[in-house]
């Protein structure tokens, strides 16, 4: 696990934050440590009690500082013994020990294994937009300002990297109608982006997606395409309904935040809701279903039913805020996240069909530090090679 996002999420646990499937995680992950029991330091850490409610936010701050040097990686050899605040925070104060007594040198598995030799750098802001006259614009590679105008509206690239839509004038043709024209968005696998809409909506696209918009919502319903996945917040209008058209679905909403998964790959397209209501229509079994917060539908691409569980959204989302999130999640599924974010191919040298895993890091990382939350569990090996990830059960 990251230890930057382990430190998060130990935080969490003791502002009573974190989620049942969090402190699950956490625990399952030091679980996998080494057996070796960590003990107070007096002369180091100065009063256990003092240190209890005095350091531990100096200390997190510390720990953070160090871990923003690059292509840091560290394995703590731990194990944790008592379910409670007080041992997670001895576990942090003998990290930043380990850390001050090692002048900052990484600290190594039980193996000693060497810096990673081969590796693929993580994805990043990238993608492709075509207009609605046929002309492309590579936005990883486009100055920040404004990049074209078409149908009265102004396009500019910001720069985080967003791209905004302003409306400026809605052209209309000859007889007085509105003329609507579309773009289209495109992340590539290791891409990501965000847009915002001309109605003031905001997408976020993860890898392998595109939406499909027009330039300037016209008539009663704000109408746009997806493929793959992306995460919305949606300006409110109650005259204007907002549809999302992707695989075997139709979502529509009046303005909210929402989620919606729809890789033709995947065995589903799975809609997860935030915040407000959605509605989610099959289209091909006609079926339909109203979504509550922390819920989320499943329509099978098999038989076009649809499931509604509730979920935990922070790990659906946990693409958009920046990491990769599994808990008690399948092998290849988890794998086909991380071949989209990092552009490779996997395959299997033996059956990993009945394999979970549970972990947490961050998508800033490399491939070959990923792999490491799958790894630790001794259960497979991984190997990389170019752009091929090989999993040995």
């Known amino acids: 696990m990251d230890k930057e996002l382990l430190l998060n999420l130990i935080n969490k646990y003791l502002s009573n934050q974190a989620t049942a499937d969090e402190e699950k995680l956490l625990f399952d992950y030091y679980d996998t440590l080494q ?4 003990k107070w330091d007096e002369l180091l850490l100065g009063d256990e009690t003092v240190a209890k409610t005095e350091l531990y936010s ?3 701050q510390e720990i953070k500082a160090r871990e923003s040097a690059p292509n840091r990686i560290v394995f703590l050899r731990s194990r944790w013994f008592v379910a409670a605040s007080v041992a997670l925070f001895l576990v942090v104060s003998s990290l930043l020990a380990l850390y001050l007594r090692h002048n900052n040198s990484s600290l190594l598995t039980k193996n000693n294994a060497q810096p990673f030799k081969h590796t693929v750098a993580p994805g990043g802001n990238k993608a492709l937009l075509t207009l609605a006259n046929g002309s492309k614009i590579t936005l990883d590679d486009a100055a920040t300002g404004q990049l074209a105008k078409q149908s009265g509206v102004t396009i500019t690239k910001a720069a985080n990297g967003k791209l905004i839509y302003t409306i400026e004038k809605a052209p209309s043709n000859s007889t007085g109608l509105v003329q609507q024209a579309y773009n289209t968005i495109e992340t ?3 891409g990501q982006y965000q847009v915002n809409l001309p109605d003031g909506s905001k997408v976020w696209l993860n890898a392998g997606s595109s939406l499909r918009f027009p330039t300037n919502f016209t008539g009663n319903i704000r109408s746009v395409e997806l493929a793959g996945e992306a995460y919305f917040e949606v300006a409110k209008n109650a005259q204007k309904p907002f549809r999302v058209v992707s ?3 139709v979502v529509e909403v009046l303005g909210t935040h929402f989620n919606i998964s729809s890789y ?14 959605v509605k989610v229509l ?4 006609n079926q339909s279903k109203l979504l509550k917060p922390g819920q989320q539908s499943n329509i099978n691409y098999s038989d076009n039913s649809i499931d509604v569980q509730t979920v935990d959204t922070e790990e659906v989302v946990a693409w958009k805020n920046g990491y990769f ?3 008690d999640e399948d092998l290849k599924s988890i794998m086909s996240k991380l071949a989209r974010w990092y552009n490779v191919d996997v395959e299997y040298t033996g059956n990993v069909d009945n394999l979970r895993f549970g972990g947490m890091v961050s998508r800033s990382r490399d491939l070959a530090q990923a ?3 799958i790894e630790q569990t001794g259960n497979v090996k991984t190997k990389i090679e170019g752009r091929r990830v090989t999993i040995m059960p």
């Open 247 to 249: 695989n075997n679905q």
């Open 282 to 285: 099959s289209t091909k079994s």
């Open 264 to 277: 033709i790959d995947d065995s589903s397209v799975k809609t997860t809701l935030l915040e407000g209501s």
């Open 58 to 60: 100096k200390i997190l």
């Open 35 to 38: 057996k070796n029991e960590l």
């Open 325 to 327: 999130l599994f808990v």
């Open 371 to 373: 792999l490491k939350i």
């Open 188 to 190: 590539p696998r290791g």
